[in-house]
């Protein structure tokens, strides 16, 4: 199901870049008929300047980040078009 996918993508994104501490993931009701989903984490953080572009197909926080934890850049642009 699209949820199972969303949070497959987030959580699995939160796994792979948290080594040590927590994941943390909470919902609750956002009106009448929708759920807001949180997930956070004590990994290496993402950049402020960084927040607007990784949504974006394809786009990771930089190349170092890339060669260490690899992936495509795929899964929040997929998180972003099922939500």
Same mark, same amino acid.
């Given at each position: 199901?699209? #949820? $199972?996918?969303?949070?497959?993508?987030?959580?699995?994104?939160?796994? &792979? +870049?948290?080594?040590?501490?927590?994941?943390?993931?909470?919902?609750?009701?956002?009106? !009448?008929?929708?759920?807001?989903? $949180?997930?956070? !984490?004590?990994? #290496?953080?993402?950049? $402020?300047? &960084? #927040?607007?572009?990784? +949504?974006?197909? +394809?786009?990771?926080? !930089?190349?170092? @980040? @890339?060669? &260490?934890?690899?992936?495509?850049?795929?899964?929040?642009?997929?998180? &972003?078009?099922?939500?």
């Amino acid at each position: 199901s699209r #949820i $199972e996918q969303i949070l497959t993508n987030l959580v699995g994104n939160s796994a &792979k +870049f948290t080594s040590a501490g927590h994941i943390m993931i909470s919902a609750h009701p956002h009106g !009448d008929e929708h759920i807001a989903i $949180e997930v956070s !984490d004590t990994g #290496i953080g993402i950049p $402020e300047d &960084k #927040i607007c572009t990784i +949504f974006g197909r +394809f786009q990771q926080v !930089d190349l170092a @980040t @890339t060669r &260490k934890y690899g992936g495509t850049g795929l899964g929040l642009s997929l998180v &972003k078009n099922l939500v």
